[in-house]
C-alpha cells in the first residue's frame, strides 16, 4: 500500500481548460484569471479577490497595501513557513514572534497583547493547519492599537470562524494555490481585500503599478501611463487559472473528504493515550490541510509510522530560530510543540482503507 503524506488533486476538467488556454495562446493575464477571482469570489462568498502568482507574493502586496515599512513590527506567529516572516522583511519591517496556543498551534492573542509596542503596526495571524485563529480578540487588539490585519489563510482555503468564510473577515487574507494545497494553480495566490480603493490598488501593484483598466494604448502602440509606484510582476496568467478553475469545481469534495477523515482520526484517538488532540471548537470549520497532533516519543512514533508505510510530518517546525530573523524571544509553547507535534496523512486521494491502516497501525503502540 503506498501512503502519501500530500496529494496533488488534479480534477478532470483540468486538461481541457488548460488545453483551451494553450490553444488560445492567450497565455498571461486575461479573460480566464478574471474568471477564476469571479469563482472563487462565488464559491466562497467572498469579495475584492486579486489572484497573485504566490501566496508569498500576496502576503508582500498585502503588507505594502498596509502601509508597512521600514521602523515598523509586525507580530507574527513562529508556527508557520518561513514566507510568513519573509514577507514582513520584504517590506524592510521587523517581525516580532508572539507565541503559539499549546492547545491549538495557532497564535496566543494574550502574547500578541504582549508583544504590542509604538512601532507595532500589524498582525499576521496564521491559521495552521487550517484551524481559525481567534478572530474576535484579534479584531479587538487590532482597533485598539489601530493594527491592520493581514490573515495568512494558506491553510485554510474554505475555513469558517464562527459563520463567517476566512477571507471576509478582516483588512487583508491570503491565499496559496501551491501544488500541495487544497486546490492548486501549480503556483499561484489570491488576496482578499476589506475594502475597493485596497482592491483597485492591488490589481496596479501586481501588474508593474499599472492601471491597465485605465491606460490605453496610445497611438504610439504602447498603454499610457505615468507610474507613481513601484509595481511588481505579480499577476497570475491564465492557463495557472484555467487549472484553478478545474480545480476549484472540486473545493466541495476536497474538503468533505478531508473532514471526513479527519473526523475518523478524531474519533479514533480522542481517548488514545500517547496523542493529544489538538483542541479546535465546534463553532468554527477548520478547512484540514493537515491533522496535526502532540506525540509522546515523536522519534520512535515516526520510526514505527514508516515502517507500516504510512509517512509523517511537522511539516512547520517554528521559524523564529532562523538568523535571517534576527530574534531574541523566548518562546515557551512554540518551544514546547516543536518537541511533539506530527501531523499525519489527510488528503482526499487516501482511501477507507488507507485511513484504517493508519489508525491501526498507530493503535499497535510505538
Ligand atoms: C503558512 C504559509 N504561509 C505562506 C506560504 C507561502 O505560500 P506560497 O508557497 O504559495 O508562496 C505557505 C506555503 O507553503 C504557508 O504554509
Redesign the pocket.
Known amino acids: 500500500m503506498q501512503i502519501d503524506f500530500f496529494h496533488t488533486h488534479i480534477s478532470k476538467n483540468a486538461q481541457k481548460y488548460v488545453f483551451d488556454v494553450l490553444n488560445s495562446t492567450l497565455l498571461s493575464e486575461g479573460h480566464v484569471v478574471q474568471e477564476f477571482e469571479n469563482q472563487l469570489e462565488k464559491k466562497l462568498s467572498l469579495n475584492h479577490v486579486v489572484t497573485v502568482n ?3 507574493t500576496a ?1 508582500h502586496l498585502s503588507l505594502l497595501l498596509a502601509g508597512i515599512k521600514e521602523g515598523d513590527e509586525v507580530i507574527i506567529p513562529s508556527q ?2 518561513v ?2 516572516g519573509l514577507s514582513v522583511l520584504m517590506v524592510k519591517a521587523t517581525p516580532v514572534f508572539a507565541d503559539i496556543d499549546y492547545t491549538t498551534g495557532n497564535i496566543s492573542t494574550s502574547d500578541i497583547r504582549a508583544k504590542v509596542t509604538h512601532k507595532t503596526k500589524a498582525i499576521i495571524p ?1 491559521h495552521w493547519a487550517g484551524y481559525p485563529c481567534d478572530m474576535d480578540e484579534i479584531l479587538n487588539i487590532a482597533s485598539e492599537f489601530d493594527l491592520k490585519i493581514i490573515e ?1 489563510a ?2 485554510a482555503l474554505g475555513a469558517y470562524y464562527k459563520n463567517k468564510p476566512i477571507g471576509s473577515i478582516s483588512d487583508f487574507t491570503c491565499f ?1 494555490f ?1 501544488a500541495i494545497k487544497h486546490i492548486t494553480t501549480g ?1 499561484g ?1 489570491a488576496i482578499t481585500c476589506e475594502n475597493p480603493q485596497s482592491y483597485n490598488e492591488a490589481r496596479k501593484l501586481r501588474w508593474f503599478g499599472i492601471d491597465r483598466a485605465n491606460s490605453p494604448m496610445s497611438n504610439l502602440g504602447e498603454r499610457e501611463y505615468d507610474l507613481d509606484v513601484i509595481g511588481y510582476k505579480y499577476h497570475m496568467n491564465n492557463f495557472s487559472a484555467a487549472l484553478g478553475n478545474a480545480n476549484l469545481e472540486d473545493l466541495d469534495h476536497i474538503i468533505n473528504a478531508r473532514t471526513n477523515i479527519a473526523n475518523t482520526y478524531t474519533n479514533a484517538f480522542s481517548t488514545f493515550s500517547g496523542i493529544e488532540l489538538l483542541d479546535y471548537k465546534p463553532e468554527n470549520k477548520c478547512a484540514w490541510w493537515l491533522y496535526t497532533f502532540k506525540v509522546e516519543q515523536r522519534k520512535k512514533f515516526i520510526q514505527k509510522l514508516k515502517s507500516k508505510g504510512i509517512p509523517s510530518s511537522v511539516v512547520h517546525v517554528g521559524i523564529h530560530k532562523n538568523k535571517v530573523f534576527k530574534n531574541k524571544q523566548i518562546l515557551e509553547n512554540q518551544n514546547l510543540f516543536d518537541q511533539n507535534q506530527i501531523s499525519i496523512p489527510l488528503h482526499s486521494a487516501l482511501s477507507e482503507e488507507m485511513v484504517e491502516h493508519i489508525i491501526k497501525s498507530i493503535k499497535e503502540g510505538w
Open positions: 504566490s501566496g508569498t502576503l508557520t513557513f514566507a510568513t496564521v495568512d494558506a491553510h496559496s501551491q503556483d495566490g
